[in-house]
């Protein structure tokens, strides 16, 4: 084995042993959402370590999937690191639309059809809110982040976010129907040694108040509802 491999190896061995997992649980409270509050889904919260000098860490860009099926987006909410493509295939029998235009990357795909996908690289770090242009009732939220330490939380409010290196960080949190004061109110200092896990952390969606979204003109969505209409193309 080279100098340079021994080396290597060392570099990688020594942040295999020193790299810890960030865990905790979290809730909602205060919703008035029916999942949330009989069936105590605490999924789709994003938190995520940034370090708290200041410093960039090194990001590989990863591909993810936001399908369209059955008039819904999924994953609803997607974490990934700023860089990386979003692939956005059409499952369901009918034309779509995804696009954002305001808070985060903008972005149009176009309206494509059924069977086909478009795939947008997201190159700015920010919070972009996805909805579709045919169908009101379609939305999304896809966090681009610049940093590799993140996680999202799943149903039981369970996350685990890995390889985080030894070292002081900034905890922060989104949560889609939660105020700015209130995920600001909640980002802490956390100082990473080995394994540890947070406890207890709860976001209330009090103060929320949901407002309807333009389409992509900035323009009102028909009163009918396009959502209701079974579209298989321009002028069909």
Not at 117 to 125: A, C, G, L, P
Not at 151 to 159: I, K, L
Request: hydrophobic share 35%.
């Amino acid at each position: 084995m080279t100098s340079l491999s021994r080396t290597c190896f060392s570099a990688l061995l020594t942040l295999s042993l020193d790299a810890a997992s960030v865990s905790g649980n979290i809730s909602l409270v205060g919703s008035k959402e029916r999942r949330v509050r009989s069936a105590r889904d605490f999924s789709g919260i994003v938190l995520w370590l940034e370090p708290a000098n200041g410093e960039r860490p090194d990001i590989r860009p990863r591909a993810a999937t936001m399908l369209q099926k059955d008039k819904t987006f999924t994953p609803h909410v997607l974490a990934i690191p700023v860089g990386s493509t979003v692939e956005f295939p059409n499952y369901d029998p009918i034309y779509h639309n995804a696009f954002s235009n305001y808070s985060g990357q903008v972005f149009d795909v176009g309206l494509y059809p059924p069977g086909k996908t478009r795939t947008v690289r997201f190159r700015r770090e920010g919070i972009v809110r996805v909805f579709c242009n045919i169908h009101p009732s379609m939305s999304a939220v896809i966090a681009v982040l610049r940093t590799p330490w993140f996680d999202v939380s799943h149903r039981d409010g369970t996350f685990r976010i890995h390889d985080v290196p030894p070292g002081e960080y900034t905890l922060k949190i989104f949560h889609e129907r939660a105020t700015e004061a209130t995920l600001e109110g909640l980002e802490r200092k956390v100082t990473v040694t080995s394994d540890m896990a947070l406890r207890d952390i709860a976001i209330s969606e009090a103060g929320y108040i949901p407002l309807p979204h333009k389409n992509k003109y900035g323009r009102d969505y028909p009163a009918a509802g396009n959502d209701q209409l079974p579209l298989y193309g321009p002028g069909k």
